[in-house]
């Protein structure tokens, strides 16, 4: 974790969260497995925010599938030589084909996951990033990609309800109104 600290020791204000999710084995030995670890970027372009659809491959805690529908934020997997604040670049070049900066850190959120009194994180870097540069393209696993003027919650993807609930406020941290559901 003391890659974790350096990151919170060069940018103020930012968000730790962790939160308990109790699973069944398989879904905890996957993410012990996995390594799990993660950056995401909220990315302003123009007057609004730019998010993709992709296929995401989601269990719930009894290892169920779950139908994924609608937006999410785009990141990725770091590579073994890069900062946090590089993955995140370079996952929105290939994911979205827009160059950005990185402005500040939202937050880390840590998943907590829980089986037979084991524990197993699973971490997600939030930042908010600025489009420099480039023409919005998905690319390789990405389906589509889509500058929002204008945001509802009912555009962001709504399973499961925590990443749904953490991507509304890494979006409200980096300025975007949410319009809500009524």
Do not use: C
């Amino acid at each position: 974790m003391r890659s974790l600290d350096s990151l919170f020791s060069r940018y103020k204000n930012a968000r730790k969260r962790i939160i308990e999710i109790p699973v069944i084995r398989s879904i905890f030995d996957y993410f012990v497995e996995e390594k799990w670890l993660r950056v995401v970027a909220v990315i302003k372009m123009k007057k609004g925010v730019v998010m993709i659809k992709k296929p995401v491959e989601v269990r719930d805690a009894y290892g169920n599938p779950m139908k994924m529908d609608g937006w999410i934020l785009a990141g990725g997997k770091p590579e073994i030589h890069e900062s946090y604040e590089q993955a995140v670049i370079r996952e929105i070049r290939e994911e979205t084909g827009v160059e950005v900066e990185v402005e500040k850190l939202l937050g880390v959120y840590i998943f907590r996951f829980l089986n037979g009194g084991e524990q197993v994180d699973a971490i997600l870097i939030a930042f908010s990033t600025r489009a420099l540069r480039g023409t919005l393209k998905p690319g390789g696993e990405v389906q589509k990609v889509k500058l929002f003027e204008e945001i509802n919650e009912k555009d962001i993807i709504q399973v499961p309800d925590w990443w749904y609930g953490f991507q509304i406020e890494m979006l409200e941290d980096a300025g975007i109104k949410i319009k809500k559901a009524l």
